[in-house]
């Protein structure tokens, strides 16, 4: 569980580790690539992970419907006032496909079977009549603390990892249950699309 739990560690800093290594090797700043870099290092990583929920087609796919459609109800109503708001249109697109992509790829896709191999404790908690696992709390706070590496200590950030905790913890339920990270990928661009546009309808 330790080494789970370290792995996870390094997962979760994973950007800003690229950021640095980045850094150091060209003498360069390339802050606005480091998450192609970031990418290809998820991609690398996956290929010779043993268990990874990235490359599943979903099991159990009608067990988290339910879920699945409230999530996207629930995001419709949220992203209007999530307060992102990426400027420009290398920024946008990041956020709303870039940045969706990888962290599943991280956080459920890579993090949460890493953890679940380690221990399969459930919480006595079900949501829409699907389990809590202990692992999908770990990696939804995980994912949280995350976004410190793109956005300083705030009031605003805080929101924003609310946001991303209460996120992680369905798209963490959803990856756990059909062993893939093809539908919280969908939720997660679903809420990142949605909230750019009510940002730019508010500014219009």
Same mark, same amino acid.
């Given at each position: 569980?330790?080494?789970?739990?370290?792995?996870?560690?390094?997962?979760?800093?994973?950007?800003?580790?690229?950021?640095?290594?980045?850094? +150091?090797?060209?003498?360069?700043?390339? =802050?606005? !690539?480091?998450?192609?870099?970031?990418? +290809?290092?998820?991609?690398?990583?996956? @290929?010779? %992970?043993?268990?990874?929920?990235?490359?599943? +087609?979903?099991?159990?796919?009608?067990?988290?419907?339910?879920?699945?459609?409230?999530?996207? *109800?629930?995001?419709?109503?949220?992203? &209007?006032?999530?307060?992102?708001?990426?400027?420009?249109?290398?920024?946008?697109?990041?956020?709303?496909?870039? !940045?969706? *992509?990888?962290?599943?790829?991280?956080? &459920?896709?890579?993090?949460?079977?890493?953890?679940?191999?380690?221990?399969?404790?459930?919480?006595?908690?079900?949501?829409?009549?699907?389990?809590? =696992? !202990?692992?999908?709390?770990?990696?939804?706070?995980?994912?949280?603390?995350?976004?410190?590496?793109? !956005?300083?200590? %705030?009031?605003?950030? @805080?929101?924003?990892?609310?946001?991303?905790?209460?996120?992680? +913890?369905?798209?963490?339920? @959803?990856?756990?249950?059909?062993?893939?990270?093809?539908?919280?990928? @969908?939720?997660?661009?679903?809420?990142?699309?949605? %909230?750019?546009?009510?940002? &730019? &309808?508010?500014?219009?």
């Amino acid at each position: 569980m330790f080494i789970a739990l370290g792995v996870s560690l390094l997962l979760t800093f994973s950007f800003i580790f690229v950021q640095k290594g980045v850094e +150091i090797i060209t003498r360069i700043d390339l =802050k606005k !690539y480091t998450i192609y870099f970031w990418g +290809i290092i998820v991609i690398v990583v996956s @290929i010779f %992970s043993k268990h990874n929920y990235i490359y599943n +087609i979903p099991d159990s796919l009608w067990s988290v419907m339910a879920l699945f459609l409230i999530v996207a *109800l629930v995001n419709l109503l949220i992203a &209007r006032s999530s307060g992102y708001n990426p400027m420009g249109r290398h920024d946008t697109i990041h956020f709303v496909i870039s !940045y969706p *992509l990888i962290e599943e790829a991280v956080f &459920r896709g890579l993090m949460l079977p890493i953890l679940s191999n380690s221990t399969t404790s459930v919480l006595p908690l079900t949501i829409v009549g699907l389990p809590v =696992k !202990y692992t999908v709390l770990i990696t939804a706070f995980l994912f949280a603390i995350c976004h410190l590496q793109y !956005y300083k200590l %705030s009031r605003m950030s @805080i929101r924003f990892m609310m946001f991303a905790f209460s996120g992680g +913890i369905f798209f963490g339920i @959803i990856a756990d249950q059909t062993k893939s990270i093809l539908l919280p990928i @969908i939720l997660h661009i679903e809420f990142n699309a949605l %909230s750019v546009y009510f940002s &730019r &309808r508010k500014i219009s």
